[in-house]
């Protein structure tokens, strides 16, 4: 059973910067492909950002794309979001999502709300 904790969330200023961890525990193994989601009020959960087993492809959503990004420490079993230049938009709740063996595992979330 892969267990996912996402931290790092909380009350950003417009345009400043915020960097979200997930680490995964629980048997993960490194060809599993990991992605970011997000949920905002009202909205329904959409993709971020994911990358691929070696870390060698990315994809982002167009809202985020050159302010956001992802990246994978397999050492430390981790997946970090880097988000710059945050708006009110990205204000959402932001989840870890790892697949592997065709079986989708989800953290509970972490909170990044965008104001002043």
């Known amino acids: 059973q892969v267990t996912l904790v996402e931290s790092g969330g909380g009350l950003v200023q417009p345009g400043e910067s915020r960097r979200l961890a997930c680490r995964a525990s629980?048997?993960?193994?490194?060809?599993?492909?990991r992605s970011w989601y997000r949920q905002a009020p009202g909205k329904e959960r959409e993709l971020v950002a994911e990358i691929n087993w070696n870390g060698r492809t990315t994809n982002y959503a167009d809202s985020v794309k050159d302010r956001f990004t992802i990246s994978k420490d397999n050492s430390l079993n981790k997946l970090n979001l880097q988000m710059n230049s945050l708006t009110s938009e990205d204000t959402a709740v932001y989840y870890c999502?790892?697949?592997?063996?065709?079986?989708?595992?989800w953290g509970k979330g972490t909170l990044v709300t965008v104001g002043s």
């Open positions: 629980g048997g993960t193994c490194r060809s599993n492909e």
């Open positions: 999502h790892v697949r592997q063996h065709g079986i989708n595992y």
